[in-house]
């Protein structure tokens, strides 16, 4: 976040998620839910924020329930209540916010290739849709066929968005990078100059990798810290 | 596709005298099919401008608009002093319009128009200032696939300007023009055969079209014509050109084969960088003279018919990055016994490493361990499964690097499983194309014969680089 600020973003989408691997649930969301409040920020529901408050453990592998467990004993009930209270998707003017997919929101189908990237752009309706939940950053872009393409951005590259087309992002996640490199994933989108840029930003993830073994969370979590994998 | 084209206003937003984000409008300089190109000032702006504006509108082609964003996507990310400085840009749901600086010099077009007859030096000069335009746009990841006289521009002194970036490929942007339906968009006499075949990542394609201006240049004839069908333009996949000695004799072989060898059909028979073809221009006297140079009958038939079986199956060479060419950036290769457990040697070695990766800055370090086999079944725990102790190890050799501290993109981590791991670490390394193998010996270990150690002398006799053996 505090990268974040320092480029000067003033308003921040948090795209769900927000608990179910870290070691610190309770702090996440309080930090979360002030921004919220201080309309500085919006969060939107993810599949493990569910988890919480729903029992969703045939779905997720043993590890991710395992977490889920585990969290739920630090929290209380006003933080599972700003759980239960966030929305599965937020539209704005010509954006859309949402954790999976703008196609049925709450089944939590990935956005991974040219289809399901079409799929949510459709129903999303929107120029710029972004989403997270797929662990690897991505941005879907219509082709002149109208068939959505799929471009690995490299980091710290301003692309042009341009909202005649449609874009989807996938932003990547800040906590569990699984594409073999442990930096933190966000992206920042400059509505004015129509400006997508890709960030990655290191972060003491062997501290926080760390403190989930210190928690008693499952060794694996804190490897996939370390190893980005 | 949901493009804007009501924009029917642009015709009175841009018109000599009116003012458009500070940039007041000069004449119209030109009209072309897809743009006009307006002179402008602009207060704090020294250089000459040109607006470059989009012809929108409904009755106009939805590749107008195409071309002009990818020109403002890879324009805007360019620097170089072969392509107009990027001054700015409008709105493109309102007022589009891109300006750059305007460039001095008349396109290499209008020359060969008037007739002019180049030298076999003139062409040798400009053959070696394109190629180095173009590496400088292939060193920022960028691919032109629209080199054309057209798109040339020469000044007074000879100095070259690319323009029209409107095709254009960008590694690190996403390609509009991707999965297009048409085939071979460009400029038919020009264009590779790989962009014939759709291909418009390879970055050889520019080194192809340098081939054919500098043919263009010596003969005043183009080497596959200007064909308007399909067919015609599949003929570069096979065709021999007409050996341009056979049609002018005094260029040299050398030169003939140079030509020749970037009209290769397949990227990887060509040159494999602009820098390559600028450096053979140059030095004339490095080029080995193959069959291609000696070359002054024009194929016959039976080596047409040939080449035609041969294009049948024509694949494209698969294109590496634009800026691939690290040749300098040498790569290391740790190779880490998680097994053991001798501080000392661990921080020897880690030092080592440090000390040798503070020697080349450009280098490259993968730590690397090897298993026996990881389990057929998948465990009920994670830690069971083929991932899970992968990816332990890999926590391991991490853990390993740690105190190096280095950046992401200079280390990397992998776990091999293998039975005899001497062998394939000898032939990762070679894979790799590595340049040293670190390994630790440590005299710690029991006396009788490990299986490390074995290893450890396989390596030294069998690696492809040379060994630093670490010891305590």
């Known amino acids: ?27 996440v969301i309080e930090r979360i839910a002030d921004l919220v409040a201080a309309k500085k920020a919006v969060a939107l529901l993810g599949n493990h924020d569910e988890a919480i408050f729903k029992d969703c453990s045939k779905q997720m592998n043993p590890n991710a329930n395992a977490a889920i467990e585990w969290t739920k004993t630090q929290l209380n009930n006003s933080h599972i209540e700003f759980l239960k209270n966030l929305p599965l998707l937020i539209n704005e003017e010509n954006i859309c916010f949402v954790h999976a997919s703008a196609h049925n929101p709450a089944d939590w189908n990935y956005v991974t290739d040219s289809m399901s990237a079409w799929h949510c752009a459709q129903s999303s309706g929107k120029s710029y849709t972004f989403v997270g939940h797929a662990h690897e950053q991505a941005l879907f872009y219509q082709s002149a066929v109208g068939k959505l393409i799929r471009f690995a951005p490299h980091p710290g590259d301003e692309i042009p968005v341009l909202p005649h087309r449609q874009w989807v992002g996938v932003v990547g996640s800040l906590g569990q990078p699984r594409d073999g490199n442990p930096e933190a994933c966000f992206a920042i989108f400059e509505p004015e100059s129509e400006v997508l840029t890709f960030h990655r930003t290191p972060y003491d993830h062997f501290s926080a990798a760390d403190k989930v073994r210190r928690a008693g969370l499952p060794e694996e979590l804190a490897n996939r810290l370390i190893t980005g994998k | ?273 602009a820098t390559q073809l600028r450096q053979v221009l140059r030095d004339p006297e490095g080029v080995r003279i193959t069959e291609r140079g000696e070359r002054v009958e024009p194929p016959s038939f039976w080596e047409n018919l040939k080449g035609m079986f041969k294009a049948a199956g024509y694949e494209p060479s698969p294109s590496p990055r634009p800026s691939m060419g690290n040749y300098d950036a040498p790569l290391m290769i740790a190779a880490i016994d998680t097994r053991q457990s001798d501080e000392e040697l661990r921080e020897r070695m880690q030092s080592t490493a440090k000390n040798l990766l503070q020697a080349y800055p450009e280098s490259r370090l993968i730590c690397l361990s090897t298993i026996a086999s ?82 450890m002398t396989k390596i030294v006799e069998e690696a492809p680089c040379s060994v630093h053996i670490v010891r305590t």
């Not at chain 2, 333009?233 to 049609?247: D, Q, S, T």
């Not at chain 2, 926590?395 to 394939?424: C, F, G, N, T």
Request: charged content about 25%; glycine content about 8%.
């Open chain 2, 1 to 273: 596709m949901p493009i804007n084209t009501d924009i029917e206003a642009v015709d009175d937003i841009f018109q000599e005298g009116k003012v458009v984000d500070g940039f007041t409008l000069g004449k119209e300089v030109h009209r072309g099919g897809m743009a006009s190109l307006f002179s402008a000032t602009k207060d704090g702006i020294e250089v000459p401008i040109l607006l470059k504006i989009p012809r929108v509108g409904r009755d106009q082609p939805v590749e107008s608009l195409i071309g002009f964003e990818t020109e403002l996507t890879i324009l805007r990310s360019l620097k170089s002093p072969y392509v107009p400085k990027f001054l700015g840009a409008g709105n493109m749901a309102t007022h589009p319009y891109i300006a750059m600086e305007r460039v001095e010099g008349r396109p290499l077009e209008d020359l060969i128009k008037e007739g002019k007859v180049f030298t076999i030096d003139e062409v040798v000069q400009i053959g070696a200032d394109l190629a180095q335009a173009v590496q400088s746009l292939h060193s920022q990841d960028a691919i032109h696939l629209d080199i054309k006289p057209e798109n040339i521009l020469i000044d007074d002194k000879g100095k070259l300007t690319l323009i029209d970036f409107g095709l254009s490929h960008h590694a690190r942007y996403p390609d509009l023009l991707a999965e297009e339906m048409r085939k071979g968009i460009g400029s038919a006499p020009y264009i590779s055969p790989e962009q014939v075949a759709g291909v418009r990542s390879d970055s050889r394609s520019d080194i192809y079209s340098i081939g054919v201006i500098m043919y263009e240049l010596l003969t005043g004839e183009l080497p596959f014509g200007n064909p308007q069908t399909m067919s015609g333009l599949r003929k570069r996949m096979w065709a021999e050109p007409f050996p341009p000695r056979a049609i002018r004799r005094e260029i040299p072989r050398w030169l003939q084969e140079v030509v020749l060898r970037c009209l290769e059909p397949r990227a990887a028979d060509r040159y494999q960088s």
């Open chain 2, 374 to 455: 990881t389990p057929t079944y998948e465990g009920n725990h994670e830690s069971e499964t083929a991932s899970g102790i992968v990816r332990g190890h890999l926590v391991q050799l991490m853990d390993w690097a740690k105190p190096l501290k280095l950046p992401p993109e200079r280390i990397s981590y992998h776990v091999l499983e293998a039975m005899d791991p001497a062998a394939r670490i000898v032939e990762f390394a070679k894979d790799n194309d590595a340049s040293l193998i670190l390994i630790g010996a440590s005299h710690k270990l029991p006396n009788k014969v490990t299986p490390w150690r074995t290893s």
């Open chain 1, 1 to 27: 976040m505090s990268r974040a600020e320092e480029l000067g973003v003033t308003r921040m989408a948090f795209l769900g998620d927000i608990v179910g691997y870290n070691a610190d649930p309770a702090g």
